[in-house]
């Protein structure tokens, strides 16, 4: 089997990826179509897209080109990932995607399975829950792209779609693999597109990943992966367990921290104590069109330390209040500094940094797009949802994370990872 995984946003995509990694598929994630006489070989690769909060025609428009592409390249088994909180508004777009799928791959039907118990997204009787509530009793409720107000994934689905809903109730699960998969057919049989299964703990992926092994198309989040992964990781033995596809290694490091998130102040306040540290001054990065390559000169000045030095932006929320309404009123300064650190990682690609660890989802997209990243071999997952990463020519090795991803000690554990054997 190689898994094509098409994945609605890019955390979702590194998060499926670093499950599949963890169950020893070697994995290649994608921003965009490579040619595929350039593919290394892997077991799954998975698409990045930016497609959960688009119109709907769009989204269906560029799920199925990335459908196209996997096809292309090799795969043979087709996975739609989205939330686990099933993140959609009554417009779509989980109900047109997965119909389009269908459709493109001539199924009349598929799985639909968000559950994800490590972060105790569950579905009992076919409702959705987050830890002990119901969706749509959860801080879901005020989302503010999509606030999920039903709980209901077929009332969802029916929203969206006009595809029909079947069920596999947990008193059907809990027999185990060859009852999931005969209910399954009878659904099929009976004419049902989308076949919503109830998961309440890490069991039940695996036994839902063996009842569906033959299904050409399913869909869910990122927990499903993790039950792929293991039945494929049982059934090849010791290869099940193989390394991930690189190993992180010491060169020329900078840290950039460009989220502003709870998570990202405790752990720019952890680093700070143990690692040589820089906060950028705003004034400067409105004034000063050389202030990129001043932030360059710092960083290569503290090299040689074990840990990489740090540029920071991260403020408090008051700071940012401040800057906002008085400071820097009028002034869209969140933009400048994202140019500032996409300028200051020009300079220091070209003078030899080849590792970037960096906080904050739009700064990530900022460095990745000017270091002209958009293929990746996935590495050790370092944190739930956060990976090393490594260009697919191998010059770049990066972790990029979302500003609330990762433990406090974050920044450093990152580069515990390091392969020191060279
Ligand atoms: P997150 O993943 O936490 O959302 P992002 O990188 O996506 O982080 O977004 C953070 C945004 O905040 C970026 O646009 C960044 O440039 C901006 N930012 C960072 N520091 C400051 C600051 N001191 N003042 C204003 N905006 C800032």
Not at 318 to 344: D, S
Request: net charge neutral.
């Amino acid at each position: 089997m190689k898994l094509g995984v098409i994945a609605d946003d890019f955390t979702g995509a590194v998060d499926i990826a670093g499950f599949l990694v963890s169950g020893g598929m070697r994995t290649l994630m994608c921003a965009k179509p490579v040619a595929t006489g350039q593919l290394p070989e892997t077991d799954a690769i998975v698409m990045s897209l930016k497609i959960r909060s688009i119109p709907s025609s769009d989204a269906v428009k560029e799920a199925l080109s990335a459908l196209a592409f996997l096809q292309e390249a090799g795969c043979d088994r087709f996975y739609y990932k989205y939330c686990s909180t099933f993140d959609s508004t009554e417009k779509g777009n989980i109900g047109p995607i997965s119909d389009a799928l269908r459709a493109a791959l001539g199924l009349s039907s598929t799985l639909i399975c968000p559950s994800l118990p490590i972060n105790r997204r569950t579905v009992y009787h076919g409702y959705l829950f987050v830890g002990d509530q119901l969706l749509s009793d959860s801080p879901m409720r005020h989302h503010p792209l999509n606030p999920m107000k039903m709980s209901k994934l077929a009332d969802l689905l029916a929203m969206q779609s006009p595809a029909t809903n079947g069920h596999v109730y947990y008193d059907v699960v809990r027999k185990g693999a060859t009852a999931v998969k005969n209910r399954i057919d009878t659904l099929e049989k009976d004419g049902v597109n989308n076949i919503i299964v109830d998961v309440i703990n890490d069991g039940d992926l695996t036994t839902i990943a063996k009842a569906t092994e033959d299904m050409l198309l399913v869909t869910g989040g990122s927990g499903l992966a993790q039950g792929i992964a293991a039945v494929r990781a049982k059934a090849l033995g010791e290869r099940g367990t193989a390394k991930p596809a690189f190993l992180p290694k010491r060169t020329k490091a900078v840290v950039i921290a460009g989220s502003c998130s709870a998570m990202m102040q405790k752990q720019v306040a952890y680093y700070k104590e143990k690692a040589e540290s820089f906060s950028i001054d705003e004034q400067a990065c409105v004034d000063d069109p050389s202030y990129p390559e001043t932030l360059a000169k710092w960083v290569f000045a503290h090299q040689g330390s074990t840990l990489a030095p740090m540029v920071f932006a991260t403020r408090s929320p008051e700071e940012l209040q401040y800057n906002r309404e008085q400071r820097f009123k009028g002034v869209y300064l969140a933009g400048i500094i994202e140019q500032v650190f996409g300028k200051m990682t020009a300079i220091l690609a070209q003078k030899g940094v080849e590792t970037f660890i960096v906080g904050g989802g739009e700064t990530s997209g900022v460095v990745a797009s000017t270091l002209g990243v958009d293929a990746y071999l996935i590495g050790e997952q370092i944190d739930p949802g956060v990976s090393w990463v490594q260009s697919l020519d191998k010059k770049y090795q990066l972790v990029l994370k979302s500003g609330n991803f990762g433990c406090e000690s974050f920044l450093e554990k990152a580069q515990e990872c390091y392969d020191e054997r060279n």
